[in-house]
């Protein structure tokens, strides 16, 4: 029950921390498709811009030329090939926005950018054949009423398949600023999104590891300090100690484990007592033999000494006797035979 709690705690928190994982790794792709989309529109927008400046200063030109008759090719040239290079960088702009594109909203977004550049395609190749061939003719003097070739110029700057180029530009300057504007606002609203989800989540983090903390604190304190109450029995040697079995997780079966195990102790412990009892008992019965014994020794000996005491008693008398007997006989110089033979019936 302990461990399944515990795992199920761990799951949370994995889970919690995978979702944090997941919504942050989706805002960020969020970011950076709004991000793209803005430097997408940002690009299209300066390179429309941009070519509406160059069609501009080639129609001042072309005016000149007209007028003069001596307009400089370098910058025909050049002005035709920033164009070109516009046009060019607008359709990788638009392959890109075609490849990003989520939802039917970019989706229509693309087709109606898609438009415009075929549109644009078409009257910048009109635009430089008209150009090109109007230029020749006025290098040669060729050169027909002004004011007609002017409009015909008109018509080929500003009209493609019967629509006004310079409205369509403006249209799809307006509408990339404001696609620019939108990606940029939503780039900041995911942004503001992600660190709002990213604050919450680490704040529901921090409340549930704090609420798990206490919960688990509350729910180990209990069986801990009946196990440390019942460690500290045992070592002051009260082996009767058993702890409450009344929870069924791993605490009551470590509650049951050391019951059995101060069981084992007491047991071990009675049965060490009743040994050592009856040892000291042993040793107290042949401490009492042995002093017995060595009683009765010590009244043998005694009698052993006496009667050694008494023998040399009785030996020496008769012994003093005889010497003294045989001292006077032997004090004369030439004792007589009747002396001697007294002297040793004395004996």
């Given amino acids: 029950m302990f461990r399944f709690r515990l795992a199920l705690a761990f799951g949370l928190l994995m889970l919690l921390v995978l979702a944090q994982a997941g919504t942050a790794v989706w805002l960020a792709r969020q970011v950076e498709h709004h991000e793209g989309r803005n430097r997408i529109a940002q690009g299209m927008l300066n390179q429309y811009v941009e070519l509406s400046a160059n069609k501009q200063r080639l129609k001042v030109w072309y005016a000149q030329l007209l007028l003069t008759h001596d307009a400089p090719l370098d910058t025909r040239d050049l002005l035709l090939k920033r164009m070109q290079k516009s046009v060019d960088l607008l359709n990788a702009f638009a392959v890109e926005e075609r490849a990003g594109a989520d ?63 310079r ?123 042995l002093q017995a014994a060595n009683e009765q020794l010590q009244r043998i000996d005694a009698r052993r000494r006496q009667f050694f005491v008494d023998i040399s008693h009785e030996l020496r008398t008769p012994a003093t006797a005889i010497l003294g007997e045989a001292e006077v006989a032997l004090r004369a110089r030439q004792p007589a035979v009747d002396d001697l033979r007294d002297a040793l019936a004395q004996i």
């Fill in 167 to 289: 409205i369509l530009l403006a249209g799809a300057i307006e509408r990339h600023a404001e696609l620019s504007e939108q990606a940029a606002g939503a780039a900041d609203r995911s942004l503001a999104r992600m660190k709002l989800i990213l604050v919450v989540s680490v704040l529901l983090t921090v409340l549930l590891t704090v609420a798990l903390v206490a919960y688990f604190t509350r729910w180990l304190r209990r069986p801990v300090d009946e196990l440390m109450f019942g460690t500290r029995a045992l070592q002051a040697d009260h082996l009767d100690h058993r702890i409450p079995e009344t929870r069924r997780d791993e605490f009551g079966q470590l509650a049951h484990s050391f019951n059995e195990m101060a069981g084992e102790i007491q047991r071990h412990r009675s049965r060490e007592i009743a040994a050592r009892t009856d040892l000291e008992d042993r040793v107290a019965r042949r401490t009492l033999d």
């Fill in 103 to 165: 939802g039917v909203e970019e989706s229509a977004v693309t087709e109606q950018t898609d438009r415009t550049l075929q549109l644009l395609k078409v009257n910048l190749t009109n635009l430089r054949t008209k150009v090109l061939a109007a230029a020749e003719r006025q290098m040669q003097q060729v050169s027909p009423e002004s004011g007609a070739i002017w409009a015909e110029m008109i018509n080929v700057f500003d009209i493609a398949e019967g629509r006004d180029v």
